[in-house]
């Protein structure tokens, strides 16, 4: 394991109960809204909802400050504004300003079921010995189509290379084990998230899975990847995770196809919008 030097990154003094949603966002205005309230909807409390703007361009701020106008003693909405520096700097930003015991991390155009966080904070309240919780989502687009994806059970490592099956906002965490996870990597472009719960894995991470519908992810046009950048971006994960896993001596032939699975996931994500534009040119 490669020596880190970012421990005790979060301040010490927390709010027992507390949920911190961080939401980073570059602007998505319309589905930032229906982000927020599904926090608002949530039957849990207390909240604090902590919206970081990255740099936007369309009016975050008044959509948030609307929001914060109806704060009470158990739900608060808090906006940040920072300098554009990519989502990964802001979800480090809204942990640091953060003071909740658990984390939920919620992307921008991502939802939560309205008991998503109530169900997760009581198990992790009656299973002490664990520090992370996730359950099965929906990913689907704008035009209500949807995919259930579920986990299957197996190792937890290769499942998340693999299937993917383990969404960001799936997962509820312990501050203790954001705080020994560290940072997000600032460094990397794609597959944040899979780095991230990697690491927390590899630190020690007890991660349990409980079969319920925690969200909705969507999926859209802006979320489309290049092979160019793709390419040295996943090049930049598999040396880093290679050396991590060596260590470990978990860098087997298994784990070699793990990571050619993402690799051909990433391939087919590229290459299939280019695919369907030349043949609906051509068609035309």
């Not at 975050?60 to 990519?86: C, M, P, T, W």
């Amino acid at each position: 394991m490669q020596q880190r030097n970012f421990k005790n990154w979060l301040p010490d003094d927390f709010n027992i109960g507390v949920v911190s949603v961080i939401i980073p966002t570059y602007n998505r205005v319309s589905l930032l809204k229906e982000a927020i309230e599904s926090i608002v909807q949530q039957s849990y409390r207390p909240i604090e909802c902590i919206v970081i703007d990255d740099g936007s361009t369309e009016d975050v701020r008044s959509l948030v400050e609307g929001f914060s106008r109806n704060n009470s003693d158990d739900f608060e909405v808090k906006y940040i504004l920072q300098q554009n520096a990519g989502s990964q700097v802001a979800r480090n930003n809204g942990t640091r300003a953060s003071c909740g015991e658990y984390i939920q991390y919620l992307d921008s155009d991502d939802r939560l079921t309205p008991d998503k966080l109530a169900k997760q904070v009581a198990f992790l309240q009656q299973h002490l010995s664990y520090d992370a919780i996730f359950g099965d989502w929906v990913k689907g687009d704008l035009v209500n189509n949807e995919e259930v994806l579920a986990y299957a059970g197996e190792d937890l490592i290769k499942q998340m290379l693999t299937e993917r099956c383990v969404a960001n906002f799936s997962m509820l965490m312990t501050r203790s084990l954001v705080n020994k996870i560290g940072p997000w990597d600032e460094g990397l472009r794609r597959y944040q998230e899979i780095d991230y719960h990697l690491r927390g894995l590899v630190e020690g991470g007890s991660y349990a899975h409980e079969k319920m519908n925690t969200g909705l992810h969507r999926v859209h046009g802006s979320s489309r990847i290049t092979t160019t950048t793709g390419a040295l971006d996943i090049l930049h994960f598999y040396k880093k995770w290679e050396n991590e896993l060596s260590v470990l001596n978990r860098f087997d032939e298994e784990m070699k196809k793990a990571f050619a699975a993402l690799y051909l996931w990433f391939f087919y994500a590229a290459t299939l919008p280019i695919y369907i534009n030349r043949t609906s040119t051509s068609v035309e």
